[in-house]
């Protein structure tokens, strides 16, 4: 194994080369050297548990060996901007021998002031977070999908006249006939402005009310498309509070009803 020289002071109180080794070999993090080809020049035990490749077989090979060919441009892309007095950061999977990969994080830097090679890095195993957040998002993607199937329009809002629209799911297009990008966080456009002029007194007053109350609500009331066409919606929702009772917002669905006639 090519040996980088260690800074050992010959004193019976300092730490052997020996120990240091052992304590290299310890961490559970990888730390590597790289030379000017990007060539393993010394790397640590962890390196083995990481890409199940012995740290002999690795030495002198270069890492985009281990690397997933996915990842490699991003690899390549980081060594360009690489310079002598800063470090980079990357997210890159790194091949097991088994076939698996491991997502990892690696912080990477000359170990030089005056030359950019060779280079020190670490490598994180992030494969157990990178996961859990694949799962996080893909779950989220799914409650997404069957929100926005539903028909009707889930909401939050402000807890203002035009009750403006911090969120809205898809239904609203089938609903109201606006798309969320022209209901969210405008003004001119809201629930408030879709509620038939008969009916504003009535919703702000029954909201307000269950608010107070710290209560649900639940009405029905006339709904103006964007088509100018009425019809009858029920709205089902409750207040949004912090924790000293401060009201912050409303949530709750609106769905139409089969009540025909506009009294």
């Known amino acids: 194994m090519a040996l980088l020289k260690w800074p050992i002071k010959n004193t019976n109180k300092e730490l052997s080369e ?54 490699i441009n991003q690899w390549h892309q980081l060594l360009q901007r690489l310079s002598p007095d800063q470090s980079e950061l990357i997210w890159f999977r790194l091949l097991h021998s088994s ?8 912080r990477i830097q000359s170990m030089r002031e005056s030359s950019l090679y060779p280079l020190s890095a670490t490598l994180c195993d992030i494969t157990p977070q990178v996961r859990n ?22 909401y939050r809002t402000r807890n203002n006249i035009s009750w403006t629209i ?18 969210l966080n405008q003004l001119e456009i809201s629930i ?47 207040g949004q509070y912090s924790e000293s009772g401060v009201v912050l917002g409303v949530e709750g669905f609106i769905f139409q009803t089969q009540r025909k006639n506009h009294d």
């Open 192 to 238: 408030g402005t879709m509620i038939h002029p008969d009916y504003a007194s009535y919703v702000w007053e029954g909201v307000q009310g269950a608010l107070q109350q710290y209560s649900s609500f639940d009405l029905e009331y006339v709904l103006v498309q964007k088509d100018g066409k009425e019809i009858w919606v029920r709205d089902k929702g409750h």
């Open 18 to 71: 020996r120990h240091l080794w052992q304590l290299f070999n310890s961490l559970n993090d990888v730390v590597l050297a790289l030379d000017k080809d990007q060539k393993i020049l010394t790397v640590n035990q962890c390196w083995q548990n990481l890409t199940g490749v012995s740290v002999d077989q690795s030495l002198d090979l270069p890492l985009n060996h281990f690397i997933h060919p996915e990842d």
């Open 166 to 183: 911090d969120y809205v799911s898809g239904g609203c297009q089938a609903l109201t006939g606006y798309s969320t990008d022209e209901l």
């Open 99 to 106: 076939g698996e990969f491991r997502w990892c994080e690696m």
């Open 133 to 154: 957040e694949q799962i996080r998002q893909a779950s989220h993607r799914s409650l997404q999908s069957l929100v926005n199937r539903l028909p009707a329009m889930l």
